[in-house]
């Protein structure tokens, strides 16, 4: 039989004394109810988690809420001697699982990240407790169902991200009297219009990139003129005429609207846009001339019109420093469409379908002839009656 020694035994004293006042601090309850309430809706979210590859919450447990990874503490908005949770920050975890109603009980969230992983379901109810929630980001996950409409009841949102999920049906017109600074709802499953009212929104950038949104931008987007920086318009199926309206937002720094159907000439009013720095009309049915002015904003360094139709190229814009004009009717230059292609399309008239000015007067035909490259024969744009 072994027989311990005097400082062996005082060795194993300090390591059950170490072990009972661990299991004394785990047990002890958290400082004020609030963070109370935090222990039990976190918990109840580990429950709900079905993995968790990558370990995020594998040190979810007692309740020291604050030193739960991914959870961050900070003094209430009401008592600064008051300690609660503000933030959840989950992103890139690859973790699976739902988001339990318990949430609401994060009441002092100001921040909810959990973009990057592989959640499911929908965004609970009780979200509407949130009343100082102020960044929303769960995209790129697998929520489904409709629209989020509890995003609505967050009065102290301005950051809200739910792109790249498999959300469906219509997009609320109330979302854009919210006072948000971004919206990003791209890649989803949406099949809505653009509301009257989206001119209301005070957004700085908003991104309706590959959803089904019909009809024409409402001219209230001219409200949108001091605030808004980025439009992201991207196949989104955009048809028509664009409206000369979109002139008329000064501090615009991006414009997209590749990979649409929009028709009939640039308006000239994009010349006017003197923020401007990048802007994409490519893989769309524009025709005739490209306005001189916008090749002349100041700002302009990426100017795409690729995949269209248009035939009047000025000289400025080949000064351009990143520009791509392939794919046009436009003479003397490479990489266009064969002449049988631009002649088929200038017999056919523009239709706006209510959207946008009515169509100019069609262009008169160039001076001189050209010919086009490759040897195909020569093509004048058809005068129209």
């Known amino acids: 039989m072994a027989i311990l020694l ?3 035994k005082f060795a194993i004293l300090i390591v ?4 009972f006042t661990t299991l004394s601090h785990q047990a002890t309850p958290p400082p004020n109810p609030r963070l ?12 709900s988690i079905t993995s968790d590859p990558r370990g995020f919450t594998s040190d979810w447990y007692g309740y020291n809420v604050c030193n739960y990874t991914g959870v961050f503490c900070a003094p209430s908005q009401d008592d600064p001697h008051l300690t609660t949770v503000a933030g959840v920050d989950l992103n890139h975890a690859n973790i699976s699982g739902s988001l339990p109603e318990d949430l ?15 959640f499911c379901g929908t965004v609970p109810k009780s979200f509407k407790k949130l009343s100082l929630l102020y960044e929303l980001d769960i995209s790129n996950n697998l929520f489904s169902g ?19 999920n498999q959300f469906k049906g219509d997009v609320p017109s109330d979302l854009y009297n919210l006072k948000l600074d971004a919206i990003f709802i791209n890649n989803n499953l949406f099949e809505t219009s653009f509301p009257k009212n989206l001119g209301n929104s005070p957004v700085s950038v908003i991104v309706f990139a590959n959803n089904a949104i019909k009809g024409c931008l409402p001219s209230s987007i001219k409200k949108m003129s001091d605030t808004l920086e980025e439009l992201m318009l991207v196949n ?8 000369p309206d979109i002139g008329s937002l000064k501090k615009l720094r991006v414009l997209d609207v590749s990979q649409n159907s929009l028709v009939g000439m640039l308006p000239e009013s994009i010349g006017n846009m003197k923020s401007l720095e990048q802007l994409n009309v490519a893989h769309n049915k524009f025709s005739g001339d490209i306005p001189t002015s916008i090749c002349s904003l100041p700002r ?5 019109y690729s995949d269209n139709y248009f035939f009047g190229e000025p000289k400025i814009c080949l000064k351009l420093a990143d520009k791509d004009d392939r794919k046009n009717c436009i003479p003397n230059r490479p990489l266009q469409r064969k002449v049988e292609e631009c002649k088929a399309f200038y017999y056919r008239p523009v239709n706006c379908r209510g959207c946008g000015a009515p169509p100019p007067p069609p262009p008169p035909p160039p001076t001189k002839h050209w010919l086009p490259p490759y040897g195909h024969p020569t093509y004048t744009p058809p005068l129209k009656n």
């Open 146 to 164: 409709d629209f989020p409409s509890v995003v609505l009841s967050l009065p102290s949102l301005k950051f809200l991200d739910i792109r790249f």
């Open 236 to 243: 989104v199926s955009l048809s028509g005429c664009l409206t």
């Open 6 to 8: 005097p400082h062996h």
């Open 16 to 19: 059950l004394l170490s072990f």
């Open 36 to 47: 109370l309430n935090a222990f039990y809706a976190l918990q109840a979210w580990k429950h």
């Open 104 to 118: 609401g009980l994060l009441t002092d969230l100001a921040l909810f990240h959990i973009n990057t992983n592989r």
């Open 300 to 304: 302009l360094e990426n100017f795409t």
